[in-house]
């Protein structure tokens, strides 16, 4: 997760205006409201029709959409408490720290796993039900959470044996520099981003280019299906600005130090809200299926508003 990972979104050198202060966060909240809403309302459709719980293709989209919403949920709760509190418990800390990172490092294996399923429905479609059963989609999905534990749970391990009790008793800013301090922790964080984000970029292209090759021979659907493609393309790139934002936050602010609380901000909102405000978006909303399922569950709340402010009238007659 990325606030809190990485870079501090609200430590400054100047304290910023308690009006200021306010109105970040205002638009912050109002924005995780707005994002999770829209996908509480992807969630719900999902699981009120079996045609989606039984594709592994809707699956492996709700899967990112609900992995979204805790890391949206954590980014924004790490966000608000360094405003409030400015510091918090290690022990606290930590375990808010381990639930990002598992989400964060899931996103884009996630989108891995949805490249690999889209090839294999249109390169070998007679396969396809057969080899992406929902048994097997579940079992990938825990496949990426065990992928997305294994960098962070030796980091775990390496503080629990090299530092002091008072330390977990201790408060501090919550960011992944300041928990897992250690050099070799450090680096080791580099390398393993540089692994996954490099694997997951290969599987990406690998996938396109034979999709790209069957779309000559198969037409719209391999086309469509190479569009998704492209569209898991930008969302990576959108994870990627994750692990270069603290960097891109360091230039500027070195080259504008007086718009630094600025800078942070909008950082902020690039790295943690954009992401998630996107894929819903993209994915669902694209879904020339899923869009019409949802659209017939929005009027079906629509109506039954309607005919329930229609009876209030009448109910309290009798009353």
């Not at 306010?22 to 409201?33: D, E, G, P, S, T």
């Not at 090839?119 to 059963?133: D, E």
Request: include cysteine.
């Amino acid at each position: 997760m990325n606030v809190s990972i990485y870079s501090n979104v609200t430590q400054t050198t100047g304290r910023e205006s308690y009006t200021t202060a306010v109105a970040k966060n205002v638009i912050i909240v109002a924005l995780y409201f707005s994002i999770n809403y829209i996908n509480g309302t992807l969630v719900h459709t999902f699981f009120k029709h079996e045609i989606f719980t039984e594709n592994p293709r809707y699956i492996l989209f709700i899967h990112m959409v609900l992995n979204d919403m805790i890391q949206l949920t954590i980014a924004v709760l790490l966000n608000i408490i360094s405003y409030i509190f400015f510091t918090i418990n290690v022990s606290l800390c930590c375990f808010l720290l381990m639930i990002a990172i598992f989400t964060t490092l899931n996103t884009p294996l996630n989108l891995a796993g949805m490249a690999v399923e889209r090839y294999i429905a249109i390169c070998n479609p007679l396969r396809h039900t057969q080899i992406c059963t929902v048994r097997r989609t579940y079992f990938l999905i825990g496949l990426i959470w065990v992928f997305g534990a294994i960098p962070i749970l030796p980091d775990l391990f390496v503080l629990l044996a090299t530092e002091p009790l008072s330390f977990f008793h201790s408060k501090i800013y919550c960011s992944r520099d300041s928990v897992f301090r250690h050099r070799y922790l450090v680096e080791k964080k580099n390398v393993s981003h540089l692994v996954y984000l490099s694997l997951v970029w290969l599987t990406l292209f690998y996938t396109y280019f034979k999709i790209m090759f069957a779309a000559k021979a198969t037409g719209a659907d391999a086309r469509k299906a190479r569009n998704t493609i492209l569209l898991h393309g930008l969302q990576l790139v959108l994870c990627m600005f994750t692990y270069i934002g603290p960097q891109l936050e360091g230039l500027f602010i070195s080259l504008f130090p007086f718009l630094q609380n600025d800078f942070r901000f909008a950082t902020y909102l690039f790295v943690h809200i954009l992401p998630r405000f996107i894929s819903p978006i993209v994915y669902g909303l694209r879904d020339r299926m899923f869009c019409e399922y949802l659209k017939k569950h929005l009027l079906y709340l629509a109506h039954k508003e309607r005919d329930k402010r229609k009876t209030q009238p009448i109910q309290s007659i009798y009353q």
